[in-house]
């Protein structure tokens, strides 16, 4: 075909398997034209909906809205090409996508715009809202939603109130894109080089042949090491190389507030006073008031309520917890220190009794994982290394699907001819119990350039169902179901050339997790896709992917994929219960690191006035009552806090917290009819995964449990003992 013939692939329909993302034939040039293309058609489905003679109703106003498809081939193009463009940009970047995102973002937000203030549109549908035909459950949650998002986005606003939301929201949309470009620029431009063997010392040899590698791919001799995952996390924890930890953990922790052009702190407060005024703008307090309006935790005082109940409740286990690796460093570095001593004095007779370790000696952040570690070896014997021979990449995919069939009876075949945007991805096809197509599922496993860090799930295509014959009502012999196409994305080890990709215990947590958010997507199960899968609010998004995360240590689970990747042995019960007695190894101290974010999170955003502090002392004191280790005064959290500054967690990061309760509660209810129980399987199925945000949340819930969640069950499982009173 000749170029001058070739037709945007966001123009046609697809000729994929499922329709799914044609990405070996979508080009660079394809996105803009595909952009500017759907905003216009946009703006002429609001013409005819503002337009139309007819009195307003739910069905001509509130449903065009939201843009429910139909069978005479309509698709939202703006929707499909904005999917591709922006799941690629946190999985597959390079400079000249991210020139468009910062050329585009200001031209889709002021669309966004434009259709939110629309006053006529506006009218229609609070005409709708005040005098609608009955409706379901779920055409009620559409209508309330759509409505509350209009005012919510400043309908209710005189002129000039509209234009300055314009201004703010536009301007926040540059800087959140502007924040996670500086971010991933700064992670990768650190290496730490090695030439000398010698100061590889403690690393275990997979560490060893990734940083190998990874030298090798740069074209460099040695080993290098970076600040993704994979490498970052066994250098910090088996390193015997005190300065290289300290290196490494200052670069981790100073990226983006060094005096260049990736500089994060401005803007970091220049977003939360945005948010501040918006929130203000719209008749709230402060932006938690505006964003909690939302949540199950409904307002500020709920969420300091579950974060100081966390703090009273772990915080003492949490000290004892540190205090016990501060007495592994004292002792192992007066150690160090005697036989330094030893070597200097050529075998001359020191009593040990008159030996005094130097005062000054004091753990430093640094030095935190390598010890705890060596704490965790003495209490345990178990380390990462000692189960990576047993998770090996293929193996651990095939034990998380297997996990999924025998709960909820689904399978997985990978589809080679599903279309992938990087030879790292594999494509699945996902089968219900019946054997009928459920879902497209994409498991991107490895950290590369142009990968942002972390690990998330997303969608290249939501699920809902779509009217066959426009002219007749919608209904069951009236409607197809469009399933939806899944995403997990991570960071996982990569592959050597000696040895597959073996994961630590961590990583198989991580593909939990965000495999539990997957189902939630794979098992949607409604009408309107703003409503489907993981469209829920963001303090019960979190419920499916924590819930997941308690099969790592079940036996029963780890007996059905965890072979040695040499031998073939399966893990052994000796290891599998060291696991088990492991588990809540630090429990108290993570579980304070975890709302230490919650508070410097609710710090920036219960904010009433403007914020004028410098963002590093302030982070300091927003956290202090959660911390129990030193912190340094030039490390900066605020800066790389992605989910805070550039994701949807802004006054919203207790979420975490508040969903750890919800799983705990909801697998306590496994555990007593049995992890693998298909009954038990099928209620979190039909109640939670199916639903997405049809219905209030704690209504799912409590259909689900019988009865609302309350914290014993995660103070249990964690071995959390608590005073009583009263």
């Known amino acids: 075909m000749s170029e001058e013939k070739r037709l945007n692939p966001f123009f046609e329909k697809y000729h994929t398997p499922h329709d799914t993302a044609p990405f070996d034939r979508i080009r660079l040039e394809d996105y803009e034209e595909a952009f500017m293309e759907g905003i216009r058609r946009d703006e002429e489905q609001i013409e005819k ?34 999917t591709v463009f922006f799941n690629l940009l946190s999985a597959e970047t390079n400079d000249d996508m991210d020139a468009l995102a910062q050329k585009m973002s200001p031209i889709l937000t002021k669309h966004a715009n434009d259709i939110r203030l629309n006053e006529k549109l506006f009218e229609r549908i609070k005409y709708v809202h005040q005098h609608h035909r009955k409706l379901t459950p779920e055409e009620k949650m559409l209508l309330d939603n759509c409505y509350d998002g209009f005012v919510r986005s400043g309908a209710l606003l005189d002129a000039a109130g509209k234009e300055r939301l314009r201004q703010l929201t536009e301007e926040a949309s540059i800087l959140g894109l502007q924040f996670s470009q500086n971010l991933l620029k700064e992670n990768k431009a650190f290496t730490l080089h090695i030439t000398d063997e010698a100061q590889l010392d403690g690393l275990p040899d997979s560490a060893r042949e990734a940083a190998a590698l990874a030298a090798k791919e740069l074209g460099q001799e040695g080993w290098v090491f970076t600040l993704d995952t994979p490498s970052y996390s066994p250098f910090m924890t088996y390193s015997t190389q005190r300065e290289l930890r300290r290196q490494m953990y200052m670069a981790k922790n100073t990226e983006c507030i060094h005096d260049n052009a990736e500089n994060n702190l401005e803007i970091c407060k220049r977003l939360i006073n945005l948010r501040r005024e918006l929130a203000q703008l719209l008749g709230h307090k402060t932006y938690a008031d505006y964003v909690l309006k939302h949540r199950m935790a409904g307002n500020v005082r709920n969420v300091y309520k579950l974060l100081n109940d966390l703090i009273a409740a772990y915080k003492p286990t949490a000290q004892k917890e540190v205090e016990a690796i501060e007495k592994m460093f004292l002792k192992e570095m007066r150690k160090e220190e005697r036989g330094k001593r030893k070597e200097n004095t050529s075998g001359s007779d020191i009593s040990h009794s008159t030996f005094h370790f130097p005062l000054s000696t004091k753990m430093k952040p640094w030095d935190f994982g390598f010890y705890s570690h060596k704490l965790q070896l003495q209490k345990y014997n178990i380390d990462a290394e000692m189960l990576r021979p047993y998770f090996e990449l293929s193996k651990v995919i095939d034990g998380v699907f297997g ?108 593909f939990l997790h965000e495999f539990g958010h997957s189902l939630h997507g794979m098992f ?42 040499q031998t073939g042995e399966p893990i052994p019960d000796e290891l599998i219960d060291r696991i088990r007695r492991s588990r809540n190894y630090n429990v108290a101290y993570a579980c304070l690191r975890q709302v230490s974010f919650g508070l410097l999170d609710m710090a920036y955003y219960t904010k009433k006035d403007e914020f004028t502090d410098e963002i590093i002392p302030f982070e300091k004191k927003a956290w202090a009552k959660a911390m129990v280790t ?13 989910h805070i500054m550039a994701g949807g967690y802004a006054a919203g990061y207790y979420s975490y917290k508040w969903a750890e309760v919800l799983e705990a509660d909801a697998f306590a209810v496994f555990k007593k009819h049995g992890i693998f129980n298909q009954k ?29 969640p309350t914290i014993e069950a995660l103070l249990k499982r964690n071995g959390i003992k608590t005073k009583k009173t009263g």
């Not at 307003?56 to 139909?70: A, G, H, L, R, W």
């Not at 009928?436 to 809902?464: C, I, N």
């Open 49 to 82: 909906i503002i337009n139309n003679p007819e009195k307003p109703t739910f069905d001509n106003t509130i449903i065009s809205v939201d843009d429910e498809k139909d069978g005479e081939g309509y698709y939202d193009l703006l929707g499909r090409v904005s």
């Open 403 to 510: 996990l999924a069939n025998r709960l909820y009876g689904i399978t997985f075949k990978e589809n080679k001819d599903i279309p992938v945007y990087h030879p790292d991805v594999k494509a699945y096809e996902v089968f219900d119990k019946d054997g009928s197509y459920l879902a497209v599922f994409y498991a991107d496993f490895h950290p590369r350039k142009g990968k942002q860090g972390g690990a998330w799930m997303t969608e290249y295509q939501s699920q809902w169902k779509e009217r066959i014959d426009v002219k007749k009502p919608f209904g069951p012999d009236n409607c197809k179901n469009i399933r939806p196409h899944v995403s997990v994305v991570m960071n996982l080890t990569k592959p050597t050339e000696e040895k597959p990709a073996l994961l630590t215990l961590g990583e198989v947590e991580t």
């Open 524 to 565: 949607a199960n409604t009408r309107f896709e703003s409503l489907s899968g993981t469209n829920v609010w963001w303090d019960f998004v979190e419920l499916p992917s924590q819930f997941m995360e308690n099969f790592a240590i079940e036996k029963e689970f780890l007996r059905t994929f965890a072979f040695h990747y």
């Open 630 to 642: 030193e912190q340094l005064p030039d490390t900066c959290m605020t800066v790389q806090f992605s």
């Open 680 to 708: 038990t399987a099928q209620r979190f199925r039909d109640n939670i995964l199916s639903k997405g945000g049809t219905e209030n949340p704690m209504v799912l819930y409590k259909r689900f449990k019988g009865c609302e």
